[in-house]
């Protein structure tokens, strides 16, 4: 069994070593460079090793283990684009760096590549492996607008919130184990199990994402601390703290949210104020505890020896510990 960091080691190694031959290369620098700037590379990690827990050479499926982190980092691409956003990952974004229509035209041919990287497959796995990965695609899709329409409703509720980054972030995850269990020939039901696991950890990624925007180091998290707040994203944090503040705590959100005009840290600072006062931040804790937990209890439960299913174990830790 390869560790989550020699697994890492492997999937960057072939991303560094992806060609990228065709004309005119200035369609492909943003997408080659986008690839380059790190991040966790969760998606091909769990995909690998989830394969890794019935096959001992997860490196025969490199090429769409990085075919999804080519998709995953397309829909960043244009998240970036819709939210505006200038900096990922500590650098800027495409359409800063070039301009918004290079962002679009790169990353749809990101999306392309993402196809054609994927198919690298046994012939008696491609139906399989491109319904999951194309349902997929449809259901973040999905997701993304669920959340743009989400800004402009005032009644978003949290079951609301948790499907839509259900959609928009866990079923990625999700497709990642369970096309590894697919290639490795798991059991339909263990193939299914980590469905499921993939669904769990993603929901606590996500919102652990939505407490470090509030509460991470930037230096750390790689882009500025209270993007949600100035934008009034309707996060986890966001919608609870309406359902739980006393009446002057809510009056002073509904007064940020509504502001035209402010100064960006003066609204982080006051936002993340009335969030310590209501106790948001312990109680979006304990979800991502609660997440992590069914996780835990889903790998209990898929049917390999306990001693192959240590490294993802130590894996989902390290995803719970994480800091950015």
Same mark, same amino acid.
């Given at each position: 069994?390869?560790?989550?960091n020699?697994i890492?080691?492997?999937?960057?190694?072939?991303?560094?070593?992806?060609?990228y031959?065709?004309?005119?290369?200035?369609?492909?620098?943003?997408?080659?460079y986008?690839?380059?700037? /790190?991040?966790?590379?969760?998606r091909?990690?769990?995909?690998?090793?989830?394969y890794?827990?019935?096959?001992?050479?997860?490196?025969?499926?490199l090429?769409?283990?990085?075919?999804l982190?080519? !998709?995953h980092?397309?829909?960043?691409l244009?998240?970036?684009l819709?939210?505006?956003?200038?900096?990922?990952?500590?650098?800027?974004?495409?359409?800063?760096?070039?301009?918004?229509?290079?962002?679009?035209?790169?990353?749809?041919?990101?999306?392309?590549?993402? !196809?054609?990287?994927?198919?690298?497959?046994?012939?008696d796995?491609?139906p399989?492996?491109?319904?999951?990965?194309?349902?997929?695609?449809?259901?973040i899709?999905?997701?993304?607008?669920?959340?743009?329409?989400f800004e402009?409703?005032?009644?978003?509720?949290?079951?609301? !919130?948790?499907?839509m980054?259900?959609?928009?972030?866990?079923?990625?995850?999700?497709?990642?184990?369970?096309?590894g269990a697919?290639?490795?020939?798991?059991?339909?039901?263990?193939a299914?199990?980590?469905y499921?696991? /993939?669904?769990?950890?993603?929901?606590?990624?996500?919102?652990?994402?939505?407490?470090l925007?509030?509460?991470?180091?930037?230096k750390?998290?790689?882009k500025?601390? /209270?993007?949600d707040?100035?934008?009034?994203?309707?996060?986890?944090?966001?919608?609870?703290a309406?359902?739980?503040?006393?009446?002057?705590q809510r009056?002073?959100?509904?007064r940020?949210?509504?502001?035209?005009?402010?100064?960006r840290?003066?609204?982080?600072?006051?936002?993340t104020?009335?969030y310590?006062?209501?106790?948001?931040?312990?109680?979006?804790?304990?979800?991502?505890?609660y997440?992590?937990?069914?996780?835990?209890?889903?790998?209990?439960?898929?049917?390999?020896?306990?001693?192959?299913?240590?490294?993802?174990?130590?894996?989902?830790?390290e995803?719970?510990?994480?800091?950015?």
């Amino acid at each position: 069994m390869k560790t989550s960091n020699e697994i890492l080691k492997l999937v960057n190694e072939c991303l560094s070593q992806l060609p990228y031959e065709r004309k005119p290369k200035s369609l492909y620098e943003p997408v080659e460079y986008v690839l380059s700037l /790190g991040g966790k590379r969760i998606r091909p990690v769990l995909m690998l090793m989830g394969y890794n827990l019935w096959r001992e050479d997860p490196e025969q499926i490199l090429m769409p283990a990085v075919g999804l982190e080519t !998709y995953h980092n397309y829909t960043l691409l244009h998240d970036d684009l819709m939210d505006n956003a200038d900096v990922r990952r500590g650098y800027p974004t495409v359409h800063r760096k070039w301009d918004a229509n290079k962002a679009i035209l790169s990353g749809d041919s990101m999306l392309v590549l993402a !196809y054609q990287r994927m198919q690298q497959v046994p012939a008696d796995k491609l139906p399989a492996v491109l319904e999951l990965f194309t349902e997929t695609a449809l259901e973040i899709g999905e997701g993304q607008e669920y959340d743009m329409t989400f800004e402009t409703r005032d009644d978003v509720t949290e079951a609301e !919130y948790i499907e839509m980054i259900r959609l928009k972030t866990s079923v990625l995850l999700a497709c990642a184990l369970k096309m590894g269990a697919l290639l490795a020939d798991a059991p339909q039901e263990d193939a299914d199990r980590l469905y499921r696991l /993939g669904e769990q950890v993603g929901l606590a990624f996500q919102l652990q994402d939505d407490l470090l925007d509030v509460y991470g180091d930037p230096k750390v998290f790689g882009k500025a601390i /209270g993007g949600d707040i100035v934008s009034n994203k309707k996060t986890y944090m966001l919608i609870n703290a309406f359902l739980r503040a006393n009446d002057k705590q809510r009056q002073a959100l509904t007064r940020w949210i509504g502001a035209k005009t402010f100064e960006r840290d003066v609204k982080v600072a006051e936002v993340t104020r009335l969030y310590d006062q209501i106790g948001i931040r312990q109680l979006c804790e304990q979800k991502i505890n609660y997440y992590f937990q069914q996780a835990s209890q889903t790998l209990s439960e898929v049917n390999v020896p306990d001693e192959r299913k240590a490294q993802l174990r130590q894996y989902m830790d390290e995803l719970l510990h994480r800091n950015k």
